[in-house]
Antibody, heavy 124, light 108 residues
Framework: QVQLQESGPRLVRPSGTLSLTCTVS????????WNWIRQPAGKGLEWIGR???????SYNPSLKSRVTMSLDASKKQFSLNLSSMTAADAAVYYC??????????????????WGQGTLVTVSS | EVVLTQSPATLSLSPGERATVSCGAS???????LAWYQQKPGLAPRLLIY???SRATGIPDRFSGSGSGTDFTLTISRLEPEDSAVYYC?????????FGQGTKLEIK
């Protein structure tokens, strides 16, 4: 059974950088894409970006200038860095696995499973 | 960017009734690459439906998805108390991926 677990500091200073790691257990990282999603308290879900095992990345344009993702397949971990943090970045941050599927062609699919999420607060 | 709009925002129904949640897209969702998730308080979203109408592993057949293009529907037949949750649609047909704003389902 594949499980994902987020880890990292829960408190970030304004203008600081958030650094989170997602550790995957029960499977290797290969043949999937790996995503970060966030959810401000009481609000909806926002996709942050994804990374493949080759290091190829795609970021949400709304965050692109501040986001960096990396992956270490040997440790079965992938990471998120989000710089210039403000109060608007306070949220529960989730990591999730994205299936690579095939019908008539290969395509990037749905998110399953998700990590349990980690609440990040921005405060001095 | 594809904007997804869900309706209604809130739904209050009794056990045994049928729930219908709609998800409208601002432009056609490529190849109907749309998923539905269930989220209970304090928990991560759980995949219910992918590719608009395929049920995820372990999901009861009371949950079904339909639709194509810009209009999609999640139907929950024979509601049970544990179906109380927020339901989100998400498109993965084009980047940036996007989610609907959520529909809160309350079981009376």
């Amino acid at each position: 059974q594949v499980q994902l677990q987020e880890s990292g500091p829960r408190l970030v200073r304004p203008s600081g950088t958030l650094s989170l790691t997602c550790t995957v257990s029960g499977a290797s990282l290969g043949n999937y894409y790996w995503n970060w999603i966030r959810q401000p308290a009481g609000k909806g879900l926002e996709w942050i970006g994804r990374i493949s095992t080759t290091g190829s990345t795609s970021y949400n344009p709304s965050l692109k200038s501040r986001v960096t993702m990396s992956l270490d397949a040997s440790k079965k971990q992938f990471s998120l860095n989000l710089s210039s943090m403000t109060a608007a970045d306070a949220a529960v941050y989730y990591c999730a696995r994205q299936t690579v599927a095939y019908t008539n062609n290969w395509y990037l699919g749905w998110f399953d499973p998700w990590g349990q999420g980690t609440l990040v607060t921005v405060s001095s | 960017e594809v904007v997804l709009t869900q309706s209604p925002a809130t739904l209050s129904l009794s056990p045994g009734e049928r729930a219908t949640v709609s998800c409208g897209a601002s432009q056609s969702v490529s190849s109907n690459y749309l998923a539905w998730y269930q989220q209970k308080p304090g928990l991560a979203p759980r995949l219910l439906i992918y590719d608009a109408s395929s049920r995820a592993t372990g999901i009861p057949d009371r949950f079904s998805g339909s639709g194509s293009g810009t209009d999609f529907t999640l139907t929950i037949s024979r509601l049970e108390p544990e179906d109380s949750a927020v339901y989100y649609c998400q498109q993965y047909g084009s980047s940036p991926y996007s989610f609907g704003q959520g529909t809160k389902l309350e079981i009376k």
